[in-house]
């Protein structure tokens, strides 16, 4: 087809000047390019443009210098998501070591995200390496946690493997991150067990309240049933009410300490802890308040117990925060949002 016809079909053919580079790939090969490509996409490349039109790119294999290139020639432009997988899956390390050395951050950024996203544990270790020599700190962190997380396997690869005979500071880096994540899960599990402890606590506390001033059920002082209105932490509840059933009998609650039985000791704590957080001394229903508030304003708190205190009124807040009542205007566009989707 000639230009007069390219052009009666509304296509200009574009004048592709000649290649004016060479590039030279490890086994010999060489790949045609043009200088004005190369040097708008890398400085690095720039600068030895200025010294030499045969340029050496070694190290790599010949095919992913020719994906480098490549990709330097469609620049930004979007690649398919399978384009781009199958891309990442054959040459991903090798473009992430040159797009570094030659300074192409578009691509070491694609790079980093392509590698992250299709991580193995037979893998993790060599990109992990990788990720080190090229400065790619979030690439760095998603091996060294796929690691922690899949240890088992992550030993059997070649790269653990490797990295125990040749490299005892990769090796200590990994054991030490194992070690840290240990750590941090066993604190996780402590902060959450406490967590669900003042979370207990403090329905123990309102449990104790209403059970004393309402009369959640035959247990109060005023004995009145609320059928219109269960409570509703009944579990919580009935426990309390056994242990203050049990504390207004129990022949032993006010023996010395050391003696007492661990059920009243127990309600003794609960009321101790009530009367803590009890801001109406004066006019509370709850056995012991006004006498522990008083023995507190005479002795000093110790501060392991103001902390629990201090702890269960956050857990207190907290849960009232949960439960309470969405307002209708923000139901009715939640509502609507989701009808939305
Ligand atoms: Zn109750
Ligand atoms: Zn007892
Ligand atoms: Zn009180």
């Not at 054959?90 to 691509?107: F, K, P, T």
């Not at 997380?149 to 990769?170: C, I, N, T």
Request: aromatic share 6%.
């Amino acid at each position: 087809m000639g230009a007069s016809a390219d052009r009666r079909n509304g296509f200009r053919r574009w004048h592709v000047p000649p290649t004016d580079v060479r590039i030279v790939t490890s086994d010999g090969q060489s790949i045609p390019a043009h200088s004005t490509v190369l040097a708008s996409s890398s400085s690095v490349l720039e600068r030895m443009l200025d010294r030499s039109r045969i340029l050496h790119i070694l190290g790599v294999p010949h095919d992913s210098v020719v994906a480098f290139v490549r990709l330097l020639y469609s620049s930004r432009s979007t690649t398919s998501a399978r384009e781009a997988r199958e891309e990442m899956e054959r040459h991903g390390m090798a473009l992430l070591a040159l797009s570094h050395a030659y300074r192409v951050r578009w691509l070491k950024r694609r790079c980093e995200a392509g590698l992250a996203a299709w991580l193995s544990a037979a893998r993790a270790i060599d990109v992990l390496k990788l990720a080190r020599l090229c400065d790619a700190p979030r690439l760095h962190q998603r091996c060294l946690r796929l690691v922690a997380e899949d240890f088992a396997a992550v030993q059997e690869s070649e790269g653990w493997r490797f990295v125990q005979k040749h490299d005892p500071s990769l090796e200590l880096e990994v054991l030490q991150f194992l070690q840290e994540t240990a750590q941090r899960r066993k604190r996780w599990k402590r902060e959450r067990a406490d967590q669900a402890m003042y979370r207990q606590l403090s329905e123990a506390m309102d449990c104790l309240q209403h059970i004393c001033t309402e009369g959640c059920t035959d247990v109060g002082p005023h004995n009145s049933r609320r059928p219109d209105n269960p409570c509703m932490s009944f579990n919580t509840c009935e426990g309390l009410q056994l242990h203050i059933r049990h504390f207004a009998t129990c022949g032993r609650k006010l023996q010395e300490a050391g003696k007492t039985c661990t059920h009243c000791k127990r309600m003794w704590q609960l009321f101790r802890l009530h009367s803590s957080l009890c801001d109406q001394p004066a006019s509370c229903r709850i056995p012991l308040c006004k006498q522990f508030k008083e023995k507190m304003q005479e002795e000093k708190v110790d501060k392991t117990w103001r902390l629990l205190a201090k702890k269960v009124a956050i857990a207190r807040v907290m849960s009232s925060l949960a439960n309470r009542e969405v307002p209708q205007a923000v139901h009715k566009s939640w509502m609507r949002c989701r009808g939305r989707r």
